[in-house]
């Protein structure tokens, strides 16, 4: 019926809709709940601190905020944690099906860092971990008293991560695993931080203790930081699909901008939300900000075609390189594909290799075989509307090929 190989990638597919959907249902709850917060009308009489009248879908909603007390718990709380905690979770296995299955190919660059695939998953793992002790070690120290260092300190480490993913992993895992290290920070200060914080209020209350005013100053610091941190995340995890933004010796600069915008994109909405101005500036800053992204990602992106030519086979490219029927499957590529997928494509109106995947040297063509195979042997995705015109034999050699490689 299919194999593996299409199975696999199906289920990359699946997990990547599930993710998709969940950040949605995150991002969204947490936007609403900050403008709505941000714009309460805090000049009410009685007990409550502030509310707002809403209208939406044919009913209008009257919501009340209290800060600690509302006179009695209700019986029934509508609590706000599985869209953080679906959206770790589904995250985190797009990442392991992605660049930890797919390391030899999206994860490890040889040329940057010579690391066995375990290796390279160890460090993926960890630093993931690692990022999250470290920030949380900031907050906890006598920082939390100083907002503005303490996110200054935050920019820094973020920065500084940028740049060491740089170093070992390929720019689309340095992009994605910073999101991904932003992101788990966020959840984290949700799962560790936030949600115990709010039970302890919880309890109090209802066994008629009054809470500790601090419980909500700490939870408050911590979603300060996930709304300035959310638009960025959204960006790096985007970014896998733009080679311009990863494919280039200053992804981890673009990425530290990238973070600015964040905070401009943000302080502008929270300034209006909260009826306290409009600050137009921001956008000046922002385009001002993604305009130095543009130009930075001109920088040259590949390394010269002579210099790749002359690179020793890793390992894993010499397993399909060796497969029987490379040579053919080598020359259709080159012959219907190349024009496009070089580090200087040809064709008109191609100006960088699309999706950054590169099909020129034997090394290339050997790394790819399993996107060659399902791109343009299985299916007929590749070229696009067969405009180079592969014949049936061409896409037969590729299956030949890859199915020889034993995988
Ligand atoms: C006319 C130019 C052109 C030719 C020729 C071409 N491609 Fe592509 N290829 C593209 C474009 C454009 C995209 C990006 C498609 C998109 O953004 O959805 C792409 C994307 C890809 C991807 C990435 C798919 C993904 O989304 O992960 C692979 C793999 C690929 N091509 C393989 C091939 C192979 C193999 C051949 C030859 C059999 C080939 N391409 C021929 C233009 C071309």
């Not at 209700?74 to 797009?94: M, N, R, V």
């Amino acid at each position: 019926m299919f194999e593996f190989a299409v199975f696999w990638d199906w289920m990359a597919f699946a997990v990547r809709w599930l993710h998709v959907i969940t950040a949605i249902a995150w991002i969204g709850s947490s936007f609403y709940f900050i403008a709505l917060d941000l714009g309460l009308n805090r000049d009410i009489p009685g007990p409550a601190d502030g509310e707002e009248w809403q209208v939406h879908g044919g009913g209008f909603y009257h919501i009340q905020k209290y800060l600690v007390a509302p006179e009695r718990m209700p019986d029934h709380l509508t609590w706000f944690k599985w869209e953080s905690y679906a959206t770790w979770l589904s995250g985190a296995a797009l990442l392991m099906i992605v660049y930890w299955v797919g390391g030899e190919l999206y994860l490890i660059d040889a040329q940057k860092a010579d690391l066995a695939l375990w290796q390279g998953i160890l460090i993926s793992a960890a630093s993931l971990t690692i990022g999250w002790l470290i920030y949380d070690f900031l907050c906890k120290s006598g920082l939390g008293e100083r907002p503005t260092l303490l996110m200054v300190l935050l920019f820094v480490l973020l920065v500084v991560m940028g740049w060491g993913y740089n170093q070992i992993f390929t720019g689309r895992a340095m992009m994605l695993h910073l999101g991904a290290f932003t992101a788990t920070i966020m959840t984290a200060n949700v799962f560790f931080i936030i949600m115990p914080n709010q039970r302890i209020v919880v309890d109090d209350l209802k066994n008629g203790r009054t809470p500790d005013p601090k419980y909500g100053k700490i939870a408050k610091l911590r979603s300060t930081h996930n709304n300035y941190l959310t638009l960025p995340v959204v960006f790096l995890m985007l970014s896998n699909h733009y080679p311009l933004a990863f494919a280039t010796q200053y992804n981890w600069i673009i990425a530290a901008l990238v973070f600015l915008m964040g905070v401009t994109i943000r302080h502008y909405f929270n300034t209006r939300h909260a009826r306290a101005g409009d600050p137009t500036w921001t956008w000046l800053v922002t385009a001002l900000l993604f305009i130095a992204i543009m130009w930075l990602s001109t920088a040259p992106m590949y390394k010269p075609l002579e210099e790749a030519e002359a690179q020793p086979l890793t390992a894993f490219e010499q397993k399909y390189a060796a497969a029987d029927g490379f040579e053919q499957a080598h020359d259709v590529v080159l012959g219907r594909c190349s024009m496009c997928h070089a580090r200087e494509p040809v064709w008109d109106g191609i100006l960088w290799a699309p999706k950054g995947i590169l099909l020129e040297t034997q090394g290339d063509i050997a790394r790819n075989a399993k996107q060659i195979y399902l791109q343009a042997g299985v299916s007929h995705a590749m070229p696009p509307a067969n405009v180079t015109y592969m014949e049936p034999e061409d896409r037969a050699a590729i299956i030949r090929w890859f199915r020889n490689a034993g995988l």
